[in-house]
């Protein structure tokens, strides 16, 4: 499925939520008592009552509440729909239910409370329940700064870094050893976004630029950002949606759907091919660069022409960094 979905889902003369969904992988969070159970059982009332239930639900897509029963025959017999999937649901944490997603041509709105590791999901893509008396909307628990940095802080920026931390262990840091081999500069990998959190507890008291891909970083935003919270002087988080994308948007590279693409991905990125948008980009980036010999991507050794001075200046430019060398 692709496309970004407005829903509205209301009770006659009383609670209403309306907000938008445009990733496969939706997160909703709170504590009891904000909406989450409410918002789904309207919608399981409607699926089973229809206009007899007087809840009104309208949106481009079927809007379908997952049981815990049987939801593998459920799930299959569902398609193109939107998916909400109440706190309760213990099998949202197996990997088995980690499978059937990563198979679906669904979205899936998710109310739960703890950390989703087998779903790559996006940081922006992580929600609470705003109540503005009977009208109820979803509001993004972590905002996005200048830069693609994000902070639960409000530290000021920073420019006397000791490490820049990069979960890539490939392209990615390559590119950033070659930015900073003349400087002071620490270039290092966590290996992986899960790996971020322990690196950060065993360098306390570095100053660290982390860079990560955003739009698998979803499930390790609670832990980061608690760290950075307790370290907001030391550590600054950068999140684009991934290091490909990075490079498809510094102009180095160009097509003629490049423009329509990044201005608006959901429309593009059929959720049943791609699990993630960073897989997304990752090909698609390939797909532009093959005949472009000095620009020519691969994950594990990058092209020459993305570190020349002058591209590699347009590449950091999008993440605001700025240190003293």
């Known amino acids: 499925m692709k496309g970004s979905y407005q829903v509205r889902v209301s009770r006659r003369r009383g609670t209403s939520f309306r907000f938008e969904v445009k990733r496969n992988i939706t997160v909703v969070r709170g504590d009891s008592g904000t909406g989450k159970t409410t918002l789904y059982d309207m919608i399981a009332d409607h699926m089973r009552l229809g206009d007899r239930s007087g809840v009104t639900v309208q949106c481009d897509r079927p809007c379908i509440a997952l049981t815990d029963m049987d939801w593998h025959n459920q799930l299959s017999g569902v398609s193109d729909s939107i998916v909400f999937i109440d706190e309760g649901f213990e099998d949202v944490v197996s990997h088995d239910f ?31 329940i705003k109540t503005s008396g009977k009208y109820h909307s979803f509001e993004s628990i972590y905002k996005q700064k200048d830069g693609f940095q994000y902070s639960l802080s409000r530290a000021s920026h920073k420019n006397d870094f000791d490490v820049l931390l990069n979960e890539d262990s490939k392209s990615g840091l390559q590119f ?64 684009p949606e991934s290091f490909e994308w990075l490079l498809l948007k510094s102009g180095i590279v160009s097509s003629k759907s490049l423009e329509a693409i990044l201005e608006k991905p959901s429309s593009y990125i059929d959720s049943e091919e791609y699990f993630s ?30 570190m020349t001075e002058a591209n590699a200046s347009k590449i950091m430019a999008l993440i605001a960094f700025r240190n003293i060398e």
């Open 98 to 128: 980690a499978r059937a997603l990563r198979d679906s041509s669904n979205y899936y709105v998710i109310f739960c409370r703890v950390d989703l590791v087998s779903l790559p999901f996006s940081v922006n893509e992580i929600y609470r």
């Open 176 to 239: 950033f050893k070659s930015r900073f081999s003349d400087t002071q500069l620490r270039c290092e990998t966590a290996s992986s976004n899960s790996q971020i959190a322990d690196w950060l507890l065993e360098h306390k008291g570095e100053k660290v630029f982390v860079v990560a891909d955003g739009a698998a970083f979803g499930p390790y935003a609670d832990r980061v950002f608690k760290i950075q919270r307790e370290l907001p002087h030391d550590i600054t988080i950068c999140l």
């Open 277 to 306: 948008w960073e897989r997304f980009f990752s090909d698609y980036l390939r797909k532009v660069t093959r005949n472009t010999a000095n620009l020519k991507y691969e994950k594990s050794k990058l092209a020459a022409g993305y």
